[in-house]
Every structure is written in structure tokens, then in C-alpha cells.
């Protein structure tokens, strides 16, 4: 292998000579679009991670406050929280394999992938939904403390992310089936792949700060 | 069916709006039957509305400013003339809750939908061109960012005659903005009005950064970007990290009044301070996102009228980017009386006046361009030369009341009022001004008439400082701000200097509007013909004015920092233009209707959601799924032109340059 198939995008390199793809650092002139893209989509990812940021900030003000109702140990239990994780998470090895199907131009792989991180992704959106759904027949819904708003608030903006990705992936599939691996799809694929990854990422965070600090004694 | 849209949603006993909205309404038919008369519609709606190149949507983006400033100039009137005639027994013409909603619009409006977009605007299209390249790194994204802020300015605007606006300043403290103490629809439109212009405004800051890291002309290394570029950088650093706080605190609101959450509220162990903390993490940056473009301007500016490079540019960088840092690190200032306690307080107030020091280091460097170069004196210097000496006042209050004993005596007092508005009309109007006399005849091929500039220039700066020196001193003697009645006579005699000075500042406003017709008149004798109208030193002077869709026919190798004045000194040197160099076909982005169809359904969802009109705001979000999908599904994406036309176009160019290198070898430099 040349070097230049090694590292396609002469990543942490500066310039690269007039013609060849660079990076858009310097010498070499603007970069070229696979590059500009996934950069772009991952400024937009760093915006989103703000955007949780101020939802995380709300809940850690916000979680002693529970007005007298339930707490986080009255609410929250472990084992629906630990399939969600899991399927979560599998989810997003299943996005990676999609991913290197792609690069290897084979469509049923690709598709099988993307299908099992969809169907992954809706078990997790469902138990979540089952979660709120207990907790609001409960009279533990977002009305009923602050406490409880700042949850409702962060877990649902994730669930919200999760429900907006399935969407996409579903268009995605779609469009993969009708035209095939297209330059614009690959790429398209490439920043979904990153946005799956970036809400597992957050899940992390929330897992961590809402359901194990808040039963932590 | 129609949510809580109702015919009294329509303020028939208030004759002010009504007639305000009814002078609109028929402004903008006339204009729209105009169109339709003439048949400018394809023309419009082809190379305008759907266009994706970033120079026409630069051109929209000031445009909507233009106007948003006009409007929320209107309601500066209003306020002064409540306030001269309301005092002691005369009460005014305006009742308190249209006063109130008047304030509330105006900070709204001249921030996010006159500032921004003026300052936005000037970046799209100036920084491609200032980079060497042919448009940004995501042009459709970028077209979809101008209508979703438009969608927005319709929304604030619609509230006029429907329903009404805000009336809790133009930030919407909670609790006050909960349903609980604002029940109506006011809070409802500001909240969905911004929403939609922020996302818009995000995309652009997203947008932007990766333009200007990503695309830039071969050997554009970082430090041999012109000073603007660095400036927008740092801008849109900002709003990519700043925005999605708004959104997140604005989101936060609106679940607290559509769905009884308990963030703010008064009840449930809410937290109202948590409101002001968020607003302000993002309002304190969000006045160096307009405030970092404008530098970057007046570096322009004063270097090119100066005949001289930028002076300490190295030191010019430094400081951007440690005013982008440092701006996170001060937000508390904006409610030091919250009862932080003295340790908080210092350390914010300590940082604050630390942030100033970055500012100063771009005084100086300002001053140190100017001294020992050949100074000439048109109008954009003139904006600039004033911003230097009216900002070091504003920036001087700044640091006084960044002391928290001083800042609790001054505190929600006209002084403040004073001093934030010397800083934002002396440095981002003032330098939008700069911007738009400086780079107009680069846009439109002609030049603006510098009589009127000038004008209009002496008395805006005459009108500024007679209405904000009279709030300084109103201020010191101890008069709050958003009165809508004053008790206290002895304020009087500075209220109606203020109010005379608003006189002067409409005269200058006039001058405005008089420049550009006059202009636009004497366009053939304004004329740029060289497409180097000022003698200017980066890349965006190479092109014609205005440049082709694709700006530059072959991208310009870059081997230093000022590439223009490089290549011009060449051709000087050499007596003779480079060879011409082979022509190629140029693929161009398509146009796009993607980003007017979105805003559309925005302003569907928007307006349907602010009157709880359920199946309207469905339907609006399934439209803008809808074309999404029909945007992701098309094949071509780009068009082309044609090698010959690339080259006759620029061959035209290289005619003009000939006929300027002509000239310059007859008269003896």
C-alpha cells in the first residue's frame, strides 16, 4: 500500500502538493468534500454537546429540588435502565459495521447493519417511553417537581435525538436502496455515523449523572 | 380549530399599531404589485430567493438588517418621545402596556434581527472572497440560514397587528415570563421567533468556521488570513459554543409554559436565577459575536485608508482569540445585585475588567496603523476613526461599572442603558456602516455617494452623542431605566436633550436613505470600473465589481500576507499583468428553493405553535420532513460553466487591470 492509501486524508498532516486531496490546512487548498463535511458535522456535534450541556446544567441545580414528591431511589429502576444501555450501545457497534460495509460497497451488509441499529435504537426509544409513561401514571410526571421537569427535560431531549436519528436512518435506508452507494450518501452515512456515536456518548453522561449518581447512597 | 386565535387577537381599539401595521401592509403590497406589474418575479425567484451563492445572500442578509434597523429605530422614537412627554401630570401617548411591548421589541428587533444579520451578512460575502475561494462550505445550508432568520423577523413583526409581543425587556426574565405573570401570546412569539432565527443563525456560525478552516485559497495559511477572516472566525466560534445555550434555556421556558414544567417558576423548587445565569452564558458572548465582525472591519478599513499593512497583526490574532475565550468567563456581571456574594462577585468583576485588556491591545494597534501612513478620509474611515474615540468611552463605563460597589449604585440605571448602547452604536453600527460604504461597490459595481455618506455620517455621530451623553447624566442622578412616566421634573431639561438628539439622529437616518437613491442615480458616474475601488490590499479587491457567481476564475496562489497588494506591486514592478492563465470549466453549486420552502413551513410551525393551532404545527413539520427529502434525493448538485465563459468573463477583468497599469505608468508615482 502507498502511503497515501494508508491515510487517505493526510489527517494530522500539514499541506499536500496542488491537486492531490488535502485537508484544507494550509498549502494545499480548500479541502475536499468528504473532509469538509464530516468537519462541518462534527461542529455541529460540539454545538448539540453544548445544547445537552445546558440541559445537564439544569438538572445538576435542579435535582435535589423534589417539592416533597419522588426522588430519583423511588423512581428509577436498574434493570430496564441496563437494557436500554446495552441496546444502546450494540446499537452503535452495529452503525460501525454498516459503516465498513459501506466503505466496502456491499449493500446488503450495509443495510442488514442499519436495520439492526434502527430496530436497536426503537427498543431503546420504547423502554424509554414505557419508563415515562410509568412515571407520569405514577403522578411522578414533569409537573410535579423541579426535580422531575430537569429529567423529563435532559432524558427526553436525548430520547428526542434517538427519535430524529430513526428518522433519518429510515430516509437514509431508503434512499441507499433506491440509488446506491452514491458519493452524497456515503457521506451522509458518514455523519449519521457520527451522530449515533455522539448519542451514545451522551447517554453515557446521563446514565452516570441521573441514574447512578441519583441512586448512589 | 384555530387554537386561541380569535378576532381579538387584532387590536382594534389601539389606533398606533393598527396604523403602524396598516402603513406596512400597504408599503408591501405596493411594492409586491410592483413586482408583479413589472414581472420581476422569475428574475427574483431565480437568481434571488433560491440563489445559494453567498454574495446575493450576504446582499439579503444586510438588506432584512437594513430594515430591522429602521424599525426598531421607529420604536427608539417612540420611547424618547413617551419619555419627554410624560412627565410629572402628562402622561404620555403611549400606555404602559404598549410602552412595555415597545422596549421589548426594540432590543429584540435591533439585536437579533437588525445586528446580526447586518453583521452575518457582511461575513458571507466578504470572507470567500477574502479567502480566495468560490462560496462557502455548505451553500443550500447557507440559504436555509438567511429564510429561517427572515421567518424569524416575520414572526416578531406579525405580532404587531396580531395578538401583541413581549413585554418583559428583551430578555425574558423568568418568573415574570411564565404564564403565570404573562398569559398572553407576547412571551409565545418572542420564544418561537427567536427559536427559529437561532437555528438559522447556528447553521450559519457552523457554516462559517468550517469555511475558514476548511476552504481556503492554496498557501492561505492561518496567519496570512486578512484580519476580518479572523475576526469572523472568532465570531463564529462563538456562536457555534454560545447559541445552543439560547436554544437550550429558550426550550426550557417553553416547557415551563406549554406543559407546566417547574424550571423557572416560582412553585415546585423552580429556579428563576438558573434563567438569568443560562440567558446571560449566552448573551455576554453573543456582544462580542457583534462586536468581533466589527472589529474586523474597522482593521480593514483603517489599514486600506491608511495605505499601510494592519499593524501588530500577530498581536491582532492574539487578542481575538483571547476575547473569544475570556468572553465566557464574565457573564455574571449582568446581575452582580443576585446576592452571589463578594468572592463571586470580585472574581466576575475582575474578569471583566481583564476582557478589556484585549480590546485595548486592538486601540492601540488601530492608532499605531494610522500613525506615519498617508490617511485618506472617505466615509468608512470616518466611521471607523469615530468608533476609536466614541468606543474608548463606552468601553471605559464598561470598566467602571465592572467594579461590583459602583455597578449596585448604577445597576438597572439609564447609565447602563447609556453605556451599552454607546458600545453597540459606536462599534457594531458604526462599523456595519464602515462595512457597508467600504464593500458596496464591490457588491453592486458603484460606489456611494460620499457627500450623503458623509452627512449622514456627522449627524448620526452628533445625534449619538447627544441622546447617550444626556442618559449618562440621567443615569447618575439616579433615573431608572423603562419608565414609562416620570415623577421626578427635575429630570426634564436632559429628557428633552435626549429627545432633541433623537431629532438629529433621524436627520442623519434620512441622510441614509437620501445616499443610496442618490446613488443609485448616479450609479454611472460612481462607476468602479477597475474593481479596486479604494486601493485595497486583500483578495476580494481582485475580482470585478460586483465579481462573477464563481469569484475568482482561477484560484489565487497565496505567498504571503497581503496577496493583493503583493500581486498589484508586481504588476507595478514588472510593468505588466501575469500571463493569462488556462481557463476551465467551474462547477458551481445548483440554486435551491430548499431553504425559502423550510422557512416557510417554519414560520407554518412557528405562528401555529404560538396560538396552539396543533394540526397546523403537524402539518408544518411534515412539510419541512418532506423537503428535506426531496433536497436529499436530487442527483445534480451542481452546475456548470463553460470554460469560454469563464474565460470572457475574466478576460473583461484583466482588460480593466491593463487600462489601471496604463494609467499608473503615465503619471509619475
Avoid at chain 2, 159 to 180: K, N, Q
Avoid at chain 2, 232 to 239: F, K, P, S, W, Y
Avoid at chain 2, 475 to 482: F, N, S, V
Amino acid at each position: 500500500m502507498t502511503a497515501q492509501a494508508q491515510d487517505p486524508y493526510r489527517i494530522g498532516r500539514s499541506g499536500g502538493g496542488e491537486g492531490e486531496e488535502t485537508t484544507g490546512r494550509g498549502e494545499g487548498g480548500p479541502a475536499s468534500k468528504r473532509t469538509t463535511v464530516g468537519y462541518g458535522f462534527w461542529i455541529y456535534l460540539l454545538s448539540d454537546i453544548i445544547l445537552f450541556s445546558g440541559f445537564f446544567a439544569a438538572y445538576a441545580v435542579l435535582a435535589k429540588q423534589t417539592a416533597g414528591g419522588p426522588g430519583p431511589r423511588d423512581l428509577f429502576g436498574q434493570e430496564r435502565v441496563a437494557i436500554e444501555t446495552a441496546a444502546l450501545l450494540l446499537s452503535s457497534f452495529t452503525c460501525g459495521l454498516a459503516g465498513v460495509a459501506a466503505e466496502r460497497r456491499n449493500l446488503l451488509w450495509a443495510q442488514a447493519g442499519l436495520l439492526a441499529t434502527g430496530m436497536l435504537g426503537a427498543v431503546f426509544l420504547g423502554l424509554e417511553l414505557s419508563e415515562f409513561a410509568e412515571m407520569i401514571g405514577k403522578g411522578a410526571g414533569p409537573q410535579r417537581s423541579a426535580f422531575l421537569s430537569a429529567f423529563f427535560g435532559l432524558v427526553g431531549l436525548h430520547g428526542l435525538h434517538i427519535g430524529v436519528g430513526l428518522l433519518w436512518l429510515g430516509t437514509m435506508m431508503a434512499q441507499l436502496w433506491v440509488k446506491g452507494f452514491q458519493p452524497q450518501i456515503l457521506r451522509r452515512l458518514m455523519c449519521f455515523n457520527l451522530f449515533w456515536h455522539a448519542l451514545d456518548i451522551v447517554w453515557v453522561g446521563i446514565f452516570t449523572m441521573v441514574y447512578l449518581m441519583g441512586v448512589a447512597p | 380549530m384555530l387554537g386561541k386565535l380569535t378576532w381579538s387577537a387584532i387590536p382594534f381599539s389601539q389606533p398606533i399599531p393598527l396604523l403602524a401595521a396598516g402603513g406596512v401592509a400597504l408599503a408591501l403590497f405596493a411594492v409586491l404589485g410592483w413586482i408583479t406589474v413589472k414581472g420581476h418575479w422569475p428574475y427574483l425567484w431565480k437568481e434571488w430567493i433560491t440563489s445559494v451563492d453567498h454574495k446575493r445572500i450576504g446582499v439579503m442578509y444586510v438588506l432584512l438588517g437594513l430594515v430591522m434597523l429602521l424599525r426598531g429605530f421607529v420604536d427608539a422614537i417612540m420611547m424618547r418621545t413617551q419619555q419627554a412627554t410624560a412627565i410629572g401630570h402628562a402622561q404620555g401617548y403611549l400606555p404602559p402596556e404598549h410602552y412595555d411591548q415597545i422596549f421589548s421589541a426594540h432590543g429584540t428587533i435591533m439585536i437579533f434581527f437588525g445586528a446580526m444579520p447586518v453583521m452575518i451578512g457582511l461575513m458571507n460575502f466578504v470572507v470567500p472572497l477574502q479567502l480566495g475561494v468560490r462560496d462557502v462550505a455548505f451553500p443550500t445550508l447557507n440559504s436555509t440560514s438567511f429564510w429561517l432568520t427572515a421567518s424569524g423577523a416575520l414572526l416578531v413583526n406579525m405580532s404587531l397587528v396580531i395578538g401583541e409581543f413581549a413585554r418583559t425587556g428583551w430578555l425574558p426574565y423568568a418568573p415574570l415570563s411564565e404564564t403565570s405573570y404573562s398569559p398572553g401570546v407576547g412571551v409565545d412569539y418572542y420564544v418561537w421567533a427567536i427559536q427559529i432565527a437561532g437555528v438559522g443563525t447556528l447553521m450559519s456560525g457552523i457554516n462559517l468556521v468550517t469555511t475558514i478552516l476548511k476552504q481556503r485559497a492554496p498557501g492561505m495559511g492561518y496567519l496570512r488570513m486578512p484580519m476580518f477572516c479572523w475576526t469572523a472566525l472568532g465570531a463564529n466560534m462563538l456562536i457555534v459554543a454560545a447559541f445552543p445555550i439560547l436554544t437550550a434555556t429558550l426550550a426550557m421556558l417553553t416547557l415551563d409554559r406549554y406543559l407546566g414544567f417547574h424550571f423557572f417558576t416560582n412553585e415546585a423548587g423552580g429556579n428563576m436565577m438558573m434563567f438569568v445565569n443560562l440567558i446571560w452564558a449566552w448573551g455576554h458572548p453573543e456582544v462580542y459575536i457583534l462586536i468581533l465582525p466589527a472589529f474586523g472591519i474597522f482593521s480593514e478599513v483603517i489599514s486600506t485608508f491608511s495605505s499601510k499593512p494592519l499593524f501588530g497583526y500577530r498581536s491582532m490574532v492574539a487578542a481575538t482569540l483571547f476575547i473569544v475565550v475570556v468572553s465566557f468567563t464574565v457573564w455574571l456581571h449582568h446581575f452582580f445585585t443576585m446576592g452571589a456574594g463578594g468572592d463571586v462577585n470580585a472574581a466576575f468583576g475582575i474578569a471583566t475588567s481583564i476582557i478589556a485588556v484585549g480590546t485595548g491591545v486592538k486601540i492601540y494597534n488601530w492608532l499605531f496603523t494610522m500613525y506615519g501612513g498617508r490617511l485618506r478620509f472617505p466615509t468608512p474611515m470616518l466611521w471607523s476613526i469615530a468608533f476609536l474615540m466614541t468606543f474608548i468611552i463606552g468601553g471605559m463605563t464598561g470598566v467602571l461599572l465592572a467594579v461590583p460597589p459602583a455597578d449596585f449604585m448604577l445597576h438597572n440605571s439609564m447609565f447602563l442603558v447609556a453605556h451599552f448602547h454607546n458600545v453597540i452604536n459606536s462599534g457594531v453600527i458604526f462599523g456595519a456602516f464602515a462595512g457597508i460604504t467600504f464593500w458596496f461597490p464591490k457588491a453592486f459595481g458603484f460606489r456611494l455617494d460620499e457627500f450623503w455618506g458623509k452627512m449622514a455620517f456627522w449627524l448620526t455621530l452628533a445625534g449619538f452623542l447627544i441622546v447617550f451623553g444626556a442618559m449618562y447624566v440621567l443615569g447618575l442622578e439616579g433615573m431608572t431605566r423603562r419608565l414609562q412616566h416620570i415623577d421626578f421634573t427635575e429630570w426634564a431639561p436632559w429628557l428633552y436633550v435626549s429627545v432633541g438628539g433623537i431629532g438629529v439622529m433621524i436627520l442623519g437616518v434620512a441622510s441614509q436613505l437620501i445616499q443610496i437613491v442618490i446613488s443609485i442615480r448616479h450609479r454611472e458616474q460612481l462607476r468602479d470600473t477597475t474593481g479596486d475601488p479604494w486601493d485595497g490590499r486583500s483578495l476580494e479587491w481582485a475580482t470585478p465589481s460586483p465579481p462573477p457567481a464563481f469569484n475568482f476564475p482561477v484560484l489565487p496562489r497565496v505567498h504571503g500576507e497581503e496577496p493583493y497588494w503583493t500581486i498589484k506591486r508586481k504588476a507595478l514592478e514588472s510593468q505588466g499583468l501575469g500571463d493569462e492563465p488556462d481557463y476551465e470549466a467551474i462547477e458551481m453549486p445548483r440554486a435551491s428553493a430548499t431553504g425559502v420552502v423550510t422557512a416557510f413551513f417554519a414560520t407554518l410551525i412557528g405562528f401555529a405553535m404560538i396560538w396552539m393551532i396543533w394540526w397546523l404545527a403537524a402539518l408544518g413539520f411534515v412539510g419541512a420532513y418532506a423537503t428535506f427529502v426531496v433536497f436529499a434525493w436530487r442527483d445534480e448538485e451542481e452546475t456548470r460553466i463553460s470554460a469560454e465563459d469563464v474565460a470572457r468573463i475574466d478576460r473583461a477583468r484583466r482588460a480593466s487591470r491593463q487600462a489601471w497599469l496604463d494609467a499608473q505608468g503615465e503619471q509619475p508615482a
